[in-house]
C-alpha cells in the first residue's frame, strides 16, 4: 500500500506545471514554444505581441478557425476581462493628478456604502476587506465599484471617460466597451464592423471546443475589448507618461505595504512583482470564454500582451494571488527575453 502510495504521488507530482522553463534561441523557436503552450492549454485562438520602447517588435497569432494560421492577427479583438483594470486605473488616476479625487477620500463621498473606512486606495489595490488596508484579496466586484468614482468625479461614466481619455487621444479603433453592452455606443464606431472582428469565443469541454457567449457587462473591473497591438498601444502611452505625472505612474507600480509591513502583490490597479531580481509590473485577465496577460519590464522598456478566445491562458493558474512565476506564459517570454536577453528585431 505505501508503495503504491509513493507511486501515485511521483506520478501526480510529474503531472504539475514546471517551474523552469528553457528559453527560446530565436524568434521562430518562440513562436513554436507559445503555439505549443497553445494546443496543450486548449485555446482556440491566441494574438501574442511584443513591444520595445516605443514601437513593436514582433508579433504573432496562432489557432483560430479549424486551428488554420491567419484567422486571428494581431488586430483582431478580443475580450480583455481584467485587463480592463489598469486602464480604469489610469483614468481614476489621471482624476487624482487634476485634484478631482483623492486616494484617501472615503468612498462613502461617491455613494459607495461599505463596512468600514473605505478609501478610493483601498478599492483600486484590493484590501478593501476586513479591516480596510490590512488584507489582500483580489475581487473585481469590489473594484468594479470605481465606476461611482469615475461617474462623479469626471461628470460621465466610465465608458464615456475612457473614450474621452484613453482611447481617443491614442485613436485607437480597436478598443471599445463590449459590444454586448450598451455602453459601446459611447466608442462612436460602427457595432456591425466592429463584431466582425472579435474573435468568437469558445470553451474547451475535454473533446472539442463549443461555442460561448462571452459576458455583457461592463465596468472599471472588465468588459473592454481590444486588439493585442491596441493593448500594446496603451502600455507604450504609459512607458512615455503620456497620461500621468511620473510619479502618479510610480505608484500604480509599486506594491502596497499594509500597516503591520506585510507587502502584498498589487499596486493600484496593476501586479507588481520581482523575478530572479527583475521588476515586473502586469496583469492577468480571466472571464467566460476569455483570457488575457500584460507583463511589462520597465528596465528593458518591454512588454508582451496575450489574448485568448478561451480562459486557458489564466484558468490553470494562481494570478490572482500575484504568482506570476506560475505561468509558463509569462516564464517564455521573461526566461527569453529578459533572463536570456534574445535580441528582438
Same mark, same amino acid.
Given at each position: 500500500?505505501?508503495?503504491?502510495? %509513493?507511486? #501515485?504521488?511521483?506520478?501526480?507530482?510529474?503531472?504539475?506545471?514546471? &517551474? *523552469?522553463?528553457?528559453?527560446?534561441?530565436?524568434?521562430?523557436?518562440?513562436?513554436?514554444?507559445?503555439?505549443?503552450?497553445?494546443?496543450?492549454?486548449?485555446? *482556440?485562438?491566441?494574438? /501574442?505581441?511584443?513591444?520595445?520602447?516605443?514601437?513593436?517588435?514582433?508579433?504573432?497569432?496562432?489557432?483560430?478557425?479549424?486551428?488554420?494560421?491567419?484567422?486571428?492577427?494581431?488586430?483582431?479583438?478580443?475580450?480583455?476581462?481584467?485587463?480592463?483594470?489598469?486602464? /480604469?486605473?489610469?483614468?481614476?488616476?489621471?482624476?487624482?493628478?487634476?485634484?478631482?479625487?483623492?486616494?484617501?477620500?472615503?468612498?462613502?463621498?461617491?455613494?459607495?456604502?461599505?463596512? @468600514?473606512?473605505? %478609501?478610493?486606495?483601498?478599492?483600486?489595490?484590493?484590501?478593501?476587506?476586513?479591516?480596510?488596508?490590512?488584507?489582500?484579496?483580489?475581487?473585481?466586484?469590489?473594484?468594479?465599484?470605481?465606476?461611482?468614482?469615475?461617474?462623479?468625479?469626471?461628470?460621465?461614466?466610465?465608458?464615456?471617460?475612457?473614450?474621452?481619455?484613453?482611447? /481617443?487621444?491614442?485613436?485607437?479603433?480597436?478598443?471599445?466597451?463590449?459590444? *454586448?453592452?450598451?455602453?459601446?455606443?459611447?466608442?462612436?464606431?460602427?457595432?456591425?464592423?466592429?463584431?466582425?472582428?472579435?474573435?468568437?469565443?469558445?470553451?474547451?469541454?475535454?473533446?472539442?471546443?463549443?461555442?460561448?457567449?462571452?459576458?455583457?457587462?461592463?465596468?472599471? #473591473?472588465?468588459?473592454?475589448?481590444?486588439?493585442?497591438?491596441?493593448?500594446?498601444?496603451?502600455?507604450?502611452?504609459?512607458?512615455?507618461?503620456? =497620461?500621468?505625472?511620473?510619479? &502618479?505612474?510610480?505608484?500604480?507600480?509599486?506594491?502596497?505595504?499594509?500597516?503591520? @509591513?506585510?507587502?502584498?502583490?498589487?499596486?493600484?490597479?496593476?501586479?507588481?512583482?520581482?523575478? $530572479? @531580481?527583475?521588476?515586473?509590473?502586469?496583469?492577468? @485577465?480571466?472571464? &467566460?470564454?476569455?483570457?488575457?496577460?500584460?507583463?511589462?519590464?520597465?528596465?528593458?522598456?518591454?512588454? =508582451?500582451?496575450?489574448?485568448?478566445?478561451?480562459?486557458?491562458?489564466?484558468?490553470?493558474? !494562481?494570478?490572482?494571488?500575484?504568482?506570476?512565476?506560475?505561468?509558463?506564459?509569462?516564464?517564455? =517570454?521573461?526566461?527569453?527575453?529578459?533572463? /536570456? $536577453?534574445? !535580441?528582438?528585431?
Amino acid at each position: 500500500m505505501i508503495k503504491l502510495l %509513493l507511486l #501515485a504521488l511521483v506520478v501526480a507530482g510529474g503531472c504539475q506545471t514546471p &517551474t *523552469q522553463t528553457k528559453p527560446a534561441s530565436s524568434l521562430d523557436d518562440f513562436a513554436a514554444h507559445l503555439e505549443s503552450l497553445r494546443a496543450r492549454g486548449h485555446i *482556440q485562438a491566441l494574438s /501574442a505581441v511584443i513591444s520595445k520602447d516605443q514601437s513593436i517588435a514582433w508579433s504573432g497569432s496562432f489557432g483560430g478557425t479549424d486551428g488554420v494560421p491567419g484567422t486571428v492577427s494581431d488586430t483582431t479583438v478580443f475580450h480583455l476581462a481584467s485587463l480592463t483594470k489598469p486602464v /480604469a486605473s489610469t483614468v481614476i488616476l489621471q482624476l487624482v493628478d487634476e485634484g478631482k479625487v483623492s486616494l484617501d477620500d472615503p468612498v462613502s463621498r461617491y455613494g459607495v456604502n461599505l463596512p @468600514g473606512t473605505v %478609501l478610493v486606495r483601498h478599492l483600486m489595490s484590493h484590501t478593501s476587506e476586513g479591516v480596510p488596508g490590512t488584507r489582500y484579496a483580489y475581487n473585481g466586484d469590489r473594484f468594479a465599484l470605481l465606476d461611482a468614482v469615475v461617474a462623479q468625479a469626471a461628470g460621465k461614466p466610465f465608458a464615456d471617460a475612457v473614450q474621452e481619455r484613453i482611447i /481617443a487621444p491614442l485613436q485607437l479603433k480597436h478598443m471599445a466597451p463590449t459590444p *454586448q453592452s450598451a455602453s459601446f455606443a459611447a466608442s462612436g464606431l460602427d457595432k456591425a464592423a466592429y463584431l466582425a472582428n472579435v474573435a468568437p469565443g469558445y470553451t474547451w469541454t475535454g473533446d472539442r471546443y463549443v461555442p460561448t457567449a462571452y459576458q455583457t457587462a461592463f465596468s472599471t #473591473a472588465a468588459g473592454l475589448t481590444a486588439s493585442a497591438r491596441d493593448y500594446a498601444a496603451f502600455s507604450m502611452a504609459m512607458d512615455r507618461d503620456a =497620461f500621468l505625472r511620473p510619479a &502618479t505612474k510610480a505608484l500604480a507600480w509599486t506594491p502596497v505595504v499594509s500597516s503591520t @509591513g506585510q507587502t502584498f502583490p498589487y499596486g493600484l490597479g496593476w501586479f507588481a512583482t520581482d523575478y $530572479k @531580481g527583475i521588476r515586473v509590473i502586469w496583469h492577468y @485577465g480571466y472571464w &467566460t470564454a476569455s483570457s488575457a496577460l500584460v507583463i511589462k519590464v520597465p528596465s528593458r522598456g518591454l512588454t =508582451f500582451v496575450l489574448l485568448a478566445n478561451t480562459d486557458g491562458l489564466s484558468a490553470p493558474y !494562481p494570478l490572482g494571488s500575484g504568482k506570476l512565476e506560475a505561468s509558463p506564459w509569462a516564464r517564455e =517570454f521573461l526566461e527569453t527575453f529578459v533572463i /536570456a $536577453k534574445l !535580441p528582438l528585431p
